[in-house]
């Protein structure tokens, strides 16, 4: 029989497994993996369950004072491919989720100011990952330096109207996950799909 859910607590720890042991596997800077032995509510153990810890990371949706999208194309290895994406980082420790955004939008593409808000903190796969992306709009920014880059980074920058955004997530060339989703979210809301 379904339940009626109260959507004011959509998100809550019900049902939440008892970690009976936990050990580090693999620890790197940017990848950690993690094998807990758990225990779930019907009393099932599952004692080879991977979790992969990551920093949150952040992500922006960057509208001009003319209103085009600061998109960015880079290789992306796990692919293969080189793809459309928004600005995006890694939150370094003591930022906040704004500076993080902020700093990532500068450092990677050369734009900046205007205003910002969060539009959505999201999960890249909540099953087995622990971090949090944290997405913005950033609207009326403008160029305000060069990029500077790390030294593994090599993006190009492109400046494209809503009708190339909107024709990149209909035909299905935005292939982040956790960069269509708010781009998706925000073509809806603005009503521009």
């Not at 029989?1 to 940017?30: H, Q």
């Not at 993996?33 to 599952?46: F, T």
């Not at 004072?65 to 194309?73: A, S, T």
């Not at 500076?99 to 999960?123: C, F, P, V």
Request: hydrophobic share 35%; with cysteine.
């Amino acid at each position: 029989m379904e339940k009626e859910t109260a959507m004011d607590n959509a998100i809550n720890e019900k049902g939440k497994w008892k970690v009976l042991k936990s050990e580090y596997l693999f620890k790197r800077p940017w990848l950690t993996v993690r094998q807990d032995c758990v225990k779930i509510p019907n009393g099932q153990i599952n004692d080879e369950y991977y979790v992969i810890e990551y920093p949150d990371w952040v992500n922006i949706i960057a509208v001009t004072e003319d209103g085009k999208f600061v998109m960015e194309r880079q290789y992306r290895h796990g692919l293969g491919k080189t793809c459309f994406e928004i600005p995006a980082g890694v939150m370094e420790k003591g930022e906040s989720p704004l500076q993080a955004a902020k700093r990532e939008l500068q450092e990677e593409t050369g734009y900046g100011e205007g205003k910002w808000t969060e539009a959505m903190s999201i999960s890249g796969n909540s099953s087995t990952t622990n971090n949090i992306s944290h997405c913005f709009i950033a609207e009326d920014v403008k160029r305000i330096s060069g990029q500077h880059l790390d030294r593994t980074e090599d993006i190009d920058i492109s400046i494209l109207t809503v009708d190339q955004v909107r024709n990149l997530l209909l035909g299905d060339k935005v292939k982040q996950s956790l960069m269509a989703a708010p781009l998706w979210r925000y073509f809806a809301l603005n009503k521009l799909i």
